[in-house]
């Protein structure tokens, strides 16, 4: 909850739909947007990217709107229009004045009900989705990520790039659009969400007229996440190896991941951090490097990113392995209360931005099926001790690691030699992509 805002408000449809708001008083703007669980991981085989496809192809042209008049008539209202796929969500979201929220509504219903998906549209959006796949394969700091997650759940949906891949994407067509669309954004599943300047009544009112059509069955959960860690390298003419390292960590279901998030902080989540301090500072063995916990609904993981010229990458791993394990026995009190702290201010921020507001209510609703208010989440930061802290770093290297390394690479230690460092598992041979 806001210090002295309203509570959020919160009503479900008879579909299923829910709209939920939180009101700023001291807010003329307003943040509003639908966000759905639909994501990539929901995807088979075949659809390898269609969420992420689907996300760019609701805005090329509706019955009552051309690609162009979409962003007209929001950019007219001042709106600034922008959407995003995830492991596990896709959402479509504005930030405008309060009083044109029912603009944007109306246009995210038609372009969610009412999309052409144009055979012409479509074409030139491969093109777009193609050059967008290359440029994050051109670019170490993107595509490391998506390696890392191959590798983490290899031969599983949770691990495919959200971007797609060529071969998938040339044989998309509409029918499959519309297919994941009407199986995928289902009611009971999707969230109107709002916080600023706004009123939940009118903005109840107008969900119910524009976003009736959905169904209101729940869609397929996905298939199940299994952890199994791994190790890819790929050698390129670069300045920099460009490294991650991590093991599994825990979903966000239950209360485990505040204390992997306040061990990933420690780690490498400010320029106070072991690592920051250990491998910049002290040794001058990287510009930058972080530690950071990724939670999904069943699954999580611990990871650490880092560049290095390649005489250092050895020295630079064995660093940032002695400090993982180092902080599972020695994490100090000073260290936690310095996480804490900084974790505070990043949740109060949120709560403080109509935009962030919007974002954290709808993936609670959706995550949850609640809203979790700051103070719970600060009681439970609280509750944090250096005894489960540590003990959820040392949990966390009972797991097999994931390594992923692009450039000049030659000085890496094996994944064998990476694991027994730390006295960890080598992880079990990839399977075949399923």
């Known amino acids: 909850m806001i210090k002295g805002a309203p509570e959020a408000e919160i009503t479900r449809l008879p579909s299923g739909l829910r709209v939920v708001t939180q009101a700023m008083p001291s807010m003329r703007t307003a943040a ?117 997650m191959e590798q983490a759940f290899p031969g599983q949906p949770i691990g495919r790039p959200i971007l797609g891949v060529r071969e998938s994407l040339k044989t998309f067509d509409r029918a499959m659009l519309q297919a994941w669309l009407d199986r995928r954004y289902r009611a009971p599943v999707m969230v109107i969400a709002a916080a600023g300047d706004v009123e939940h009544a009118r903005i109840v009112d107008e969900a119910e007229k524009l976003f009736g059509g959905f169904s209101s ?28 390292l991590g093991f599994e960590g825990p979903s966000y279901q239950g209360d485990a991941h505040y204390a992997a998030h306040a061990f990933a902080h420690v780690l490498g989540g400010a320029m106070s951090s072991r690592l920051f301090q250990e491998v910049r500072e002290k040794r001058g063995l990287a510009y930058a490097i972080d530690a950071a916990h990724w939670a999904y609904s069943d699954c999580g993981v611990f990871c650490v990113s880092a560049g290095a010229g390649e005489e250092d990458v050895s020295d630079l791993i064995a660093v940032t392995l002695d400090e993982i394990a180092r902080a599972t026995h020695d994490l100090s009190q000073e260290e936690l209360d310095r996480a804490r702290a900084q974790m505070r201010v990043s949740l109060m921020s949120g709560f403080e931005s109509p935009s962030q507001r919007a974002d954290q209510i709808a993936h609670q609703l ?6 979790v208010g700051s103070d719970e989440i600060l009681a439970k930061l609280d509750a944090l001790t250096i005894e489960s802290v540590r003990a959820a770093g040392a949990r966390m290297l009972e797991t097999a690691p994931t390594f992923t390394a692009i450039g000049p690479i030659r000085g890496a230690p094996r994944i064998d030699q990476i694991a027994a460092r730390v006295g960890a598992p080598v992880p079990p041979s990839t399977p075949a992509a399923a």
């Open 32 to 148: 509003a947007g639908v966000w759905t669980r639909a994501g990539a991981r929901d995807e088979t085989r075949e659809e390898h990217g269609l969420a992420h496809f689907l996300e760019h192809m609701t805005f090329k042209g509706t019955k009552r709107r051309s690609p162009q008049a979409i962003v007209e008539e929001m950019e007219a209202i001042g709106g600034d229009l922008n959407a995003s796929t995830t492991v596990e969500t896709t959402s479509y979201y504005v930030r405008l004045m309060g009083g044109d929220v029912p603009v944007a509504l109306d246009i995210f219903a038609d372009i969610l009900t009412n999309s052409t998906f144009d055979a012409q549209e479509l074409k030139r959006e491969k093109s777009v989705v193609l050059q967008e796949i290359g440029a994050s394969e051109d670019s170490p700091e993107d595509w490391a990520p998506d390696l890392f």
């Open 217 to 244: 069955a729940r869609p397929t959960d996905p298939t199940r996440a299994i952890y199994r860690g791994g190790d890819v390298r790929k050698a390129r003419r670069l300045e920099q190896a460009h490294l991650m």
């Open 366 to 371: 959706l995550a949850y099926d609640r809203l």
